[in-house]
Nanobody, 116 residues
């Protein structure tokens, strides 16, 4: 626990923005793809966005044009810029990372609430 640490969640009004960050511990190496998933109570966890080590991105249809995933390999950090937020974006957002020849990792989650 604590290998991936998310931050940046909070309460925001509809139409507002938040920027999530996920930093890997300095002991974590060989990170490959990084991604953000989200989950609400009673629902399955869904993939929001992913980014490969070389920068290739993929987004869920529900967030295309509104969210931007990026990463800083030197800092072993992935970001999720969320703009034009909607109430349906409310969820716990989880950081995820695959590693070369090592098990995948999950963060503890950070709460995002979009409400007026």
């Amino acid at each position: 626990q604590g290998q991936l640490v998310e931050s940046g969640g909070g309460l925001v009004q509809p139409g507002g923005s938040l920027r999530l960050s996920c930093a890997a511990s300095r002991t974590i190496t060989r990170i490959n793809t990084m991604a953000w998933h989200r989950q609400t109570p009673g629902n399955r966890r869904e993939l929001v966005a992913s980014i490969t080590r070389d920068g290739t991105t993929s987004y869920a249809d529900s967030v295309k044009g509104r969210f931007t995933i990026s990463r800083d390999n030197a800092k072993s950090t992935v970001y999720l810029q969320m703009d034009s937020l909607k109430p349906e974006d409310t969820a716990v957002y989880y950081c995820y990372a695959t590693r070369i020849y090592l098990p995948e990792l999950w963060g503890q989650g950070t709460q995002v609430a979009v409400s007026s």
